[in-house]
Nanobody, 127 residues
C-alpha cells in the first residue's frame, strides 16, 4: 500500500490557476501509475487526468483537456496537476490515486483501477 497526501487546493477566481501536488510514501513510487480524480456532492468520482508510471503517456477528461496538465517527478515521489483557466464547474474535491503497474506504458482512467487514494483537497473556483 502506498500513502498519498494531496496539497495545493484552495479558493481561486475564474480564469486563475492552481497547482495540486500529491506526495507518495511507503512504496517505490516509480512502480505506480497515477491519476487525479474529482468529486462533487451527489456525484460519482470522475477522472481528471492520468499518467503512466514512466510519465510518458497521459490522458485527460475532455472537460479539462488543454487547461490541465498532469506530470510526475519520480525522484520526489510526487505527481502534479497544473490547472489553468479554471472555471466554476471545476469546483470539487480533488483526489490523487495510485495503482501498482507492472507495465510502464499503461494509463488507467477508471476509479476502479486504482487501489490507493489520498484524502482529497478542496478546489473552489468563484465566478
Amino acid at each position: 500500500q502506498v500513502q498519498l497526501v494531496e496539497s495545493g487546493g484552495g479558493l481561486v477566481q475564474a480564469g486563475g490557476s492552481l497547482r495540486l501536488s500529491c506526495t507518495a510514501s511507503g512504496r517505490t513510487f516509480s512502480n505506480y501509475a497515477m491519476g487525479w480524480f474529482r468529486q462533487t456532492p451527489g456525484n460519482e468520482r470522475e477522472i481528471v487526468a492520468a499518467i503512466t508510471r514512466n510519465g510518458i503517456t497521459t490522458n485527460y477528461a475532455g472537460s479539462v483537456k488543454g487547461r490541465f496538465t498532469i506530470s510526475r517527478d519520480n525522484a520526489k515521489n510526487t505527481v502534479y496537476l497544473q490547472m489553468n483557466s479554471l472555471k466554476p464547474e471545476d469546483t470539487a474535491v480533488y483526489y490523487c490515486a495510485a495503482r501498482l503497474s507492472l507495465r510502464s506504458g499503461i494509463v488507467y482512467t477508471s476509479s476502479g483501477d486504482y487501489n490507493d487514494w489520498g484524502r482529497g483537497t478542496q478546489v473552489t473556483v468563484s465566478s
